[in-house]
């Protein structure tokens, strides 16, 4: 059944308010966006530069490669595909926060670069959590076990 005029014109109306009002948000909200400043756009009472921005002296900075010989003689800059990995620190009990955090890690990220991930415990892991974490990974997983030295 129809509802009836006066109700169907309301409806309308609030939707037609709502779409305005949406228009009307999103036009203002580009108006916050700075303009950088241009030559004719000068305010008075500023300083000027000296001279035009053309010729001040660029920064010549050497390559990364030479500084890390430099510091380092004998190492060589890595070339090609990065090496990394994920790192965690995390105990049996921790299991399904961490299963959220490597579904978001993967479904964004290591989908495409398939990095290892890397656990360490201060126990050894149980086969759940191994057998779980091992089926979200993309990459290789590693289990550690850390030491337990004096407390602080």
């Known amino acids: 059944m129809p509802a009836p005029y006066p109700i169907r014109s309301a409806r309308l109306l609030l939707?037609?308010?709502f779409a305005v009002a949406s228009l009307y948000y999103m036009s203002r909200s580009y108006e916050r966006i700075p303009i950088p400043p241009t030559e004719d756009s000068f305010q008075p009472g500023?300083?000027?530069p000296a001279k035009p921005p053309s010729q001040y002296p660029l920064?010549?900075?050497p390559p990364i490669a030479t500084e890390i010989e430099d510091l380092m003689p004998g190492v060589k800059p890595q070339?090609?595909?990065m090496r990394a990995a994920f790192v965690t620190l995390i105990r049996n009990s921790e299991l399904w926060e961490i299963v959220k955090s490597i579904r978001q890690m993967e479904d964004r990220f290591n989908r495409h670069y398939h990095y290892?991930?890397?656990f360490l415990n201060d126990e050894?892991?149980?086969e759940?959590?191994?057998n779980t974490?091992?089926?979200l990974i993309s990459g290789k997983a590693k289990y550690g076990m850390l030491r337990r030295e004096g407390r602080c």
């Open 15 to 17: 939707i037609l308010f």
């Open 46 to 48: 500023g300083k000027r």
């Open 59 to 61: 920064q010549q900075h």
């Open 79 to 81: 070339r090609g595909k």
């Open 116 to 118: 290892p991930w890397v």
């Open 124 to 126: 050894p892991f149980t």
């Open 128 to 130: 759940e959590f191994i």
């Open 133 to 135: 974490t091992s089926a």
